[in-house]
C-alpha cells in the first residue's frame, strides 16, 4: 500500500492498495485525504471486499480504478454507490453489475466492456471515455453522451460509426485495432471534430468517403491506400500516416488548407519524401 501524487489532473492524491490491504488501505485513504483509489486485483483470488467500507471515504473519492474483479471478491456491491463524488471510474476485466447512471458526478470512465454494466447509454454529463473490447455493431449505445469530447474506442466489434453523428460536443477521436470497422461514413455528419485518429483497423484502408469532409481538422492514420480523398478536405490543416500503399504522396500538395503534413519512415516507393513536402507545402 503507498500513496502517489497523482500524475494527472484526475485526483490529487492516489492509494495504491491490494484488496487483502482493502480494510485496512480504507481507513488510510480517510485518515491521509487520499481522494483517488487504485485497487491492485492481481492477486485477488484469495480476497473480499466488503464495499460497505465505501461510505467512510463516500465525501473525498473522486477517482476509483479496479480491474479483475467478479461477483465472487465483493460483498454489499450496492454500497459503491455511495461514492457520490466519483468523477472518473477506470474498471478492467471487472464482472460486476455496475449501474454507471447511479454516479450522479461521474464525468471520465475507461472500460473494457461487460454485458453486466447498466445505463451506459444515460451518461449525458460524461466528458471523455476511453472504451476496450466493446460487443456492438455501432455507436449507438453512445449515441446519447451530449457532453463527450474525448472517445477512444479500441478492440471493439464495431462495423460502422452509426450514431456518431450525435456526439454534438465531440472534439477528439480515436479508432484503434478495431478488426471489423469498415464504414465511417457518419462521421461526415458531424458539426465539427478537432481530432480524428485511425489506428490499425485491419479491414479498413479505404478512407474515400472522407472526401469533401468539412468537420475534421486533424487527422492521422495508420494504414493506407491511397490518399486522393485528402485533395478535397474543406478543413483539414493537419495529416500524419505510417503507410500508404500506392506510394503516391502528390494529393497532399493540392489542399490548400493543409498546413501540417508528417509520415514515417519514408519509404522507396513514395513519391516525395517527408522534407520535400514539408519544403512544397511551405512554398504554397
Not at 13 to 23: C, G, I, Q, R, V
Not at 83 to 88: A, D, K, M, S
Not at 187 to 209: A, C, H, P, Q, T
Request: proline share 1%.
Amino acid at each position: 500500500m503507498r500513496i502517489h501524487d497523482s500524475e494527472t489532473n484526475k485526483c490529487k492524491k492516489k492509494l495504491m492498495l491490494e484488496p487483502k490491504e482493502f480494510e485496512q488501505g480504507i481507513e488510510y485513504a480517510l485518515a491521509n485525504g487520499c481522494d483517488g483509489l487504485q485497487i491492485d486485483t492481481w492477486n485477488i483470488a484469495d480476497a473480499t471486499m466488503d464495499f460497505r467500507l465505501f461510505e467512510k471515504v463516500a465525501n473525498q473519492i473522486v477517482f476509483l480504478s479496479f480491474m479483475n474483479i467478479s461477483t465472487t471478491n465483493v460483498i454489499n456491491l450496492e454500497h459503491i454507490y455511495s461514492l457520490e463524488r466519483l468523477e472518473t471510474f477506470y474498471c478492467q476485466k471487472v464482472d460486476l453489475h455496475i449501474d454507471f447512471a447511479r454516479f450522479s458526478s461521474l464525468r471520465n470512465i475507461g472500460i473494457f466492456y461487460n454485458k453486466s454494466f447498466l445505463n451506459l447509454d444515460k451518461l449525458e454529463r460524461l466528458e471523455s471515455a476511453v472504451i476496450s473490447k466493446f460487443a456492438g455493431k455501432d455507436m449507438l449505445l453512445f449515441s446519447g453522451w451530449k457532453s463527450i469530447k474525448i472517445l477512444h474506442i479500441y478492440q471493439s466489434q464495431i462495423e460502422c460509426l452509426r450514431g456518431i453523428e450525435n456526439l454534438i460536443r465531440i472534439d477528439t477521436l480515436l479508432f484503434a485495432h478495431n478488426r471489423k470497422l469498415t464504414d465511417i461514413s457518419n462521421i461526415n455528419l458531424l458539426d465539427y471534430v478537432g481530432e480524428v485518429s485511425f489506428e490499425k483497423n485491419s479491414r479498413l484502408r479505404d478512407y474515400s468517403v472522407l472526401a469533401n469532409n468539412r468537420n475534421i481538422h486533424n487527422l492521422f492514420i495508420s494504414d493506407l491506400d491511397g490518399l486522393e480523398f485528402i485533395k478535397s478536405m474543406k478543413s483539414l490543416s493537419s495529416f500524419s500516416f505510417w503507410n500508404c500503399k500506392n506510394g503516391d504522396l502528390s494529393p497532399l500538395l493540392a489542399n490548400p488548407i493543409l498546413k501540417e503534413v508528417y509520415f514515417t519512415p519514408n519509404k522507396k516507393h513514395y513519391s516525395h519524401t517527408l522534407e520535400q513536402i514539408k519544403i512544397l507545402i511551405t512554398s504554397e
